[in-house]
Structure formats: structure tokens, C-alpha cells
């Protein structure tokens, strides 16, 4: 764990201290999962399961705040049984999928999600002439119910694609009502109005929180990012963590904390369970 500066530091020591009413925010993807070549085989680091779980009765509540599907995340990452497991210590685990669309809990078990956005037929549609006009044909095209991402990863030069995509899928998602989100080579498409900050925003009023942890890796995690800035703004104990990689860098200059990927947020969150626990006895 790499800390950005002294305030950084402080801000840490303040989150343990009102670690019981903390809530853990977490991106999936280069967060819980590493980046893979196909999104279908992302899957939790071995040992994230089992520090969620360790971790859990000693805060607020631990949220999976992802881009992807809420199905998927769920079973990608195991966290119907992560959940169980949190119950049994009178917790509850949180899941956003598709940046806030679709909602799931431990208590409920159930998926809340809205209809899919009126544009996105239309959208798909013309989005195979525009691949081919960008020279793209073979990018991999993923539907995700509520949103379209659009992979450069498996072509033979990923960021050239992903540069030569984002101006034309850009203009192509205006036109139909839609916006896009940049990732790591994968362009993603969907509905207005909906951002992993606002879900910050949201958690951290509905559970009256004091504090508030949020890791991330990618541009889809800016918001976030700013969020946990105004949520400290206002008073709570925050905390920023980067999940860095060298595909992307745009959150190290915000982030309190520098961990290495995956497995330094899992590191992260055992030390933190640790200094949670040490601070009591």
C-alpha cells in the first residue's frame, strides 16, 4: 500500500476509526477481477472472496459498484455465496451493475433493473457499418441488456482500434440519445443520467455513512472519484484507492492510496481489516 502523501495517511487513520460506519465501494474489473482478454472469464481474485468476508463485520457495508451486468457480476465473481456469507454477521453486500442501472442485495436477491434505453436497438443496428468504416469489423461486440461495449482488446493493435473507434461511436451514440464511456480498450454505450458517482451519493445518504472507501482502476471510476471528494468536503472520512495498471493512469494523480492491482486491493483490504481490529483491543 503506497499512500499519495501524509494526508493521504490521515485520511486512512480517520476511516478506521469510524470503520463501523464505513462503507467499502468497489469497481470489479481491474479492481476485484484482473483485465482479461475475454470478459466472459473475468473472475475474482482467488482471495478477494474470502477478505470481503472477513472484512465485512467490521464496517458499514461492502458495495460492488461495476459497469458490467449484475448477473454477470454476481456470477463471475461468486457474490450470491460472498453475500451469504456476509449475512450471517448481520451485514449486507451491495451490488450496481451497468453504473447503477440494475441493483441487487444480499437480503433481497434480486435484480431491480429498468427497461433498456430506447436508443440502444437502433444503435446496434447501425453499429456494424460503423465498425467496418473504422476498420473494425472484428472488435468484439458485447450486449450487455442495458448497454453495448465494443472490445479492441483481441485485435492485433488494441489502442490504435480503440483511437480510431471512439471519435465515430462518439457521434454515432449522440445520435440515438446514447453516451459513451472509454475504458480500457473497450468502448461502452448507453443511457444519460447514470454514473458510479451518483451511486456514491446515493449509498452514502440512504446508510447514513461517516465514511466511504472507493477503489477503482478506469475512466469509468471518475465520477467516483469525485464523489468521494464532495462526500469529504461535507465531512465524512474518505478514502481513494487506485488500482493502478500501466494501461491506465488517469486516477493515480486522485487517489490517496497506490495499490497494484487486484491483488494490492485485496492486500489493502486485509490490512485494513487488521488495523480495524488491533484499534479495538
Not at 469497481?27 to 468476508?53: C, E, K, N, S, W
Request: aromatic share 4%; proline share 6%.
Amino acid at each position: 500500500m503506497q499512500f499519495a502523501s501524509r494526508e493521504g495517511e490521515h485520511r486512512y487513520a480517520d476511516l478506521v476509526r469510524v470503520a463501523e460506519r464505513t462503507i467499502i465501494g468497489l469497481d470489479f474489473d481491474g479492481t476485484l477481477a484482473p483485465i482479461v482478454d475475454d470478459p466472459d472469464r473475468a473472475h475474482i481474485h482467488p482471495d478477494a472472496a474470502a477478505v470481503l468476508v472477513e472484512l465485512a463485520p467490521h464496517v458499514g457495508a461492502i458495495a460492488v459498484i461495476t459497469g458490467r451486468p449484475a448477473r454477470q457480476a454476481l456470477d463471475l465473481g461468486g457474490l450470491e455465496e460472498v453475500g451469504d456469507a456476509i449475512a450471517l454477521a448481520g451485514k449486507e453486500l451491495h451490488l450496481y451493475g451497468q453504473y447503477g442501472n440494475e441493483h441487487w442485495t444480499s437480503r433481497h436477491r434480486r435484480i431491480v433493473a429498468p427497461r433498456p434505453p430506447r436508443g440502444l436497438a437502433t444503435f446496434e443496428r447501425d453499429l456494424p457499418r460503423t465498425l467496418r468504416l473504422a476498420g473494425a469489423s472484428d472488435a468484439y461486440v458485447e450486449d450487455k441488456g442495458l448497454a453495448v461495449a465494443v472490445h479492441t482488446r483481441r485485435l492485433p493493435d488494441p489502442q490504435a482500434a480503440f483511437d480510431r473507434l471512439l471519435p465515430p461511436l462518439r457521434s454515432l451514440a449522440g445520435e440515438h440519445g446514447m453516451v459513451i464511456e472509454p475504458g480500457r480498450n473497450v468502448i461502452e454505450v448507453r443511457s444519460p443520467g447514470s454514473h458510479k458517482g451518483m451511486v456514491v451519493e446515493k449509498l452514502a445518504a440512504d446508510l447514513d455513512a461517516l465514511g466511504f472507501l472507493f477503489a477503482g482502476d478506469d475512466l469509468g471510476d471518475l465520477e467516483a472519484f469525485e464523489a468521494i471528494a464532495d462526500l469529504g468536503g461535507q465531512g465524512l472520512a474518505t478514502l481513494r484507492v487506485c488500482s493502478a495498471s500501466q494501461e491506465q493512469s488517469a486516477l493515480i494523480p486522485l487517489a490517496d492510496v497506490v495499490v497494484k492491482g487486484p491483488e494490492g486491493v485485496v492486500d489493502l483490504l486485509r490490512q485494513l481489516r487488521m488495523d480495524i481490529e488491533n484499534r479495538r483491543t
